[in-house]
């Protein structure tokens, strides 16, 4: 039997930007030709997508690292890399992704709810390529030996969470046997007893038809007279009903202890469904007469029928306990959901939810925070300077220096003085360590090329 798995942690990483090439042209008797290093491709993005073919996050049970192909080097002749490819991770409709804090591994924010066919965001995205030598040519520097490493991605850890999203939600006042009913048709175990509000969370199972066609079923709190405005348990569980395509609207035909009558509990119930969202009283509706195992229930059985014959949906008569009836719901269930999903619109991979998400991820990138580690030392901390600082060779003075030249359009050295920093403390960026030399002076590095450098691009200007 197919179990249900609907939350789940995964690491996800970005591939790797290829570096850039530091090369020069060769031509027969010419000594030293111009740069002709050509830059990194870009490593792939790891993407999440919704697809309504998919009923569990089951895949992402044993599995839980998933990268992306990184990008290939930059070459000599302007010959630049290739770009790593996406990996695409299929996901149900109704999975929430989350971003987990990294120490703590709880929720820290939401990336995406994809709630429809195709939706998708990315997570990981890959490095950016290093640019090669061909890009740092200014008037002055005709000849730069150096070029930029590649990117490299970030890796994290997410929850992909797979709200109730059931194709079949059962719906009814309390103990008329939804639970009974969802155990019975799948390999869901809930608690089953006779007093009100035995299920306080839906259930969620697998159900599936003799000729092998599945459903996902939830049965749902039972709710009551007054259940729109607040009362019983049911109210906050009408949210997740919205999102169903399918009702089973279950009725216990003995009318319960308080002999209750079949037809006006199923009007009250759908009278509830309207009162809270309009759209719930028209969502295609099958109707359940459940323990029909019991004496005396065929009148109210056929009245039942007729009541919902007259608005237009099916009826069933059903006994959670000798299974009567079950196997003709589950295969006409089924059908309808098939029915239904085929009319969910087809997968559209322009449902891109990256966008928000990734300009929020760019505001905090460039972020740049500055701490006190000791009492002469500074940690600079933010994503974009701590890339600019990975991405330099450092064993070439040309590339140190043109790093230090970034650091400087970037404004960091106001930055550190205001931040109190005095000459000779130490400045640390991820693993690296630099002597802070003071008050802004001569761009050391820029003056004599101020502004020969536009093919740089510069760290805040670039509009996107
Ligand atoms: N005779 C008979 N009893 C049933 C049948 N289905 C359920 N019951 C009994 O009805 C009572 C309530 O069943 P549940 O499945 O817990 O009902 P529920 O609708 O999930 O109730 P809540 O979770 O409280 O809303 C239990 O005592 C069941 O044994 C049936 O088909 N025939
Ligand atoms: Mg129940």
């Not at 009100?196 to 839906?202: D, E, R």
């Not at 009319?343 to 925070?369: F, G, M, V, Y």
């Not at 550190?416 to 000779?424: D, F, M, S, V, Y």
């Amino acid at each position: 039997m197919e179990t249900f798995t609907d939350l789940c942690h995964i690491n996800v990483k970005g591939g790797d930007g290829g570096a850039g090439c530091m090369s020069f042209r060769r031509e027969a008797y010419v000594p030293k030709g111009g740069p002709d290093g050509g830059d990194g491709g870009d490593g792939g993005d790891v993407i999440i997508e919704a697809d309504p073919q998919l009923s569990s996050l089951i895949d992402f049970r044993y599995k839980h690292h998933f990268r992306a192909e990184r990008g290939t080097h930059g070459e000599g002749a302007r010959r630049y890399g290739r770009d790593g490819r996406d990996l695409v991770l299929r996901v149900p409709l109704g999975t929430v992704v989350r971003e987990l804090d990294a120490t703590t591994q709880t929720p820290a924010y939401e990336i995406a709810d994809l709630t429809q066919p195709g939706e998708r965001v990315v997570v990981a995205p890959g490095g950016v390529g290093g640019r090669g030598n061909i890009h740092f040519v200014t008037p002055i520097r005709r000849a730069p030996a150096f070029a930029e490493k590649g990117e490299p991605a970030l890796e994290h850890w997410i929850e992909l969470e797979m709200k109730l999203m059931a194709d079949a939600a059962l719906v009814g006042m309390p103990s008329v046997g939804k639970s009974s009913i969802i155990a019975r048709i799948s390999a869901a175990r809930p608690k089953i007893a006779d007093y009100p509000f035995t299920t306080l969370v839906p259930n969620l199972g697998v159900a599936r038809a003799s000729d092998g066609r599945s459903f996902v079923a939830a049965d749902v709190p039972g709710l009551i007279e007054g259940a729109s405005e607040g009362r019983g348990l049911g109210h906050q569980f009408l949210r997740h009903i919205e999102r169903t395509a399918l009702i089973l609207h279950v009725v216990d035909l003995t009318g319960g202890y308080e002999g209750r009558d079949a037809v006006e509990d199923y009007r009250t119930i759908n009278a509830e469904l309207a009162a809270y969202a309009e759209d719930l009283a028209s969502r295609p509706q099958i109707v359940v007469g459940n323990k029909c195992d019991m004496p005396d229930t065929e009148d109210q059985a056929r009245r039942l029928r007729e009541a919902a014959e007259a608005d237009g949906h099916q009826y069933f008569s059903v006994s959670a306990v000798t299974g009567k009836g079950l196997d003709a719901l589950v295969a006409m269930t089924a059908t309808r959901v098939a029915e239904l999903r085929s009319e969910l619109p087809a997968a559209d991979p322009r449902q891109d939810r990256t966008e928000r998400w990734e300009r929020d991820r760019r505001t905090r990138d460039r972020e740049i925070t500055i701490t006190r580690e000791e009492r002469h030392a500074w940690r600079v901390s933010g994503g974009a300077i701590e890339r600019m600082v990975v991405q330099t060779d450092w064993d070439n003075d040309e590339a140190v220096a043109f790093l230090q030249h970034r650091f400087e359009r970037i404004g960091l050295d106001e930055r550190l003085e205001k931040a109190g920093l005095e000459t000779g403390d130490e400045v640390r960026i991820l693993g690296f360590a630099f002597d802070y030399e003071g008050a802004p002076s001569e761009d050391a590095y820029g003056a004599d090329n101020d502004r020969g450098d536009s093919v740089i691009e510069e760290f805040g200007e670039d509009d996107d």
